[in-house]
């Protein structure tokens, strides 16, 4: 059956969950923990991840799906918890692609993608999630302080985090048995909806270089495709976007 595993103190949830997955663990399973002492970004950065204010928790999927398509499940999580959070807090979070809930224009979750992958097959799926829950401002680190929020700063309100995740969770069961059963495009869709970039210019700042364009949507693939001046458009699989 479902597992929820959960720490008070771990280093990263992702790499707990990364062994569960090893140990074949069902699809479901869930850990959580109350801190990390070295919780993972993307792109190697640190995730700051403080005591009880947050939610810190990884999600093993074991979709019979190729490896091209696990960018589709970290868009289908930002719908999940986009959706949770309107839900919970009456507040109306806004998405930046690929993977950053933003509030405000400043980043309230984070979402880390991660597969093990045998040949052209999908072993396990770990998304992890971060969501600044009930910090203040002064907890965070100075230089997160202008780019970072919570939930509590842009409401004046604290959250029952043990709520939040169940909501997270639910919403996420659904959206997944929705897109193993027709597809991505009606998630797709919602993803739009809550994106911020779409139709905007951008600058999509990858590993070999910065392209500046309008974004046009994603691909059917959680690609962003981004059309640059001379009408050209790129296909933006991994970036740090600016608007
Ligand atoms: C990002 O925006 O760079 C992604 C941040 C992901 C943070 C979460 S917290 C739970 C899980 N464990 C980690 O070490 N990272 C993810």
């Known amino acids: 059956g479902r597992f929820i595993h959960f720490e008070e103190s771990v280093d990263s949830t992702q790499k707990i969950a990364h062994k569960l997955a090893y140990d074949g663990m069902k699809e479901g399973t869930i850990v959580v923990a109350e801190e990390q002492i070295s919780g993972r970004g993307r792109l190697d950065r640190k995730w700051h991840s403080p005591k009880y204010t947050g939610i810190w928790m990884s999600v093993l999927l074991r979709p019979n ?3 091209p398509k696990a960018p ?6 930002a719908v999940a918890i986009v959706q949770a959070i309107e839900e919970v807090t009456r507040l109306q979070p806004n998405i930046k692609w690929p993977n950053d809930i933003l509030l405000n224009g400043k980043k309230i979750v984070g979402i880390l993608t991660e597969m093990q992958a045998e040949a052209d097959k ?3 799926v770990i ?12 907890h965070f680190p100075e230089e997160l302080q202008t780019i970072a929020s919570s939930l509590l700063i842009e409401s004046g309100k604290t959250y029952t985090r043990a709520k939040l995740i169940q909501v997270i969770l639910a919403k996420l069961e659904k959206l997944y048995d929705q897109y193993l059963q027709h597809g991505f495009l009606p998630i797709k869709l919602l993803w ?23 974004a046009k949507g994603i691909t059917d693939d959680g690609v962003l495709m981004l059309e640059d001046k001379d009408g050209k458009t ?10």
């Open 122 to 124: 999908i072993n396990s």
């Open 192 to 214: 739009e909806s809550y994106a911020l970039s779409i139709g905007k210019q951008i600058v999509a700042r990858t590993i070999t270089g910065s392209i500046k364009g309008v």
């Open 72 to 77: 589709q499940l970290t868009l289908i999580a």
């Open 65 to 67: 799906l190729p490896p």
């Open 127 to 138: 998304i992890g999630i971060g969501i600044n829950v009930n910090q203040q401002l002064e």
């Open 234 to 243: 790129h296909y933006i699989h991994s970036a740090d976007i600016e608007m």
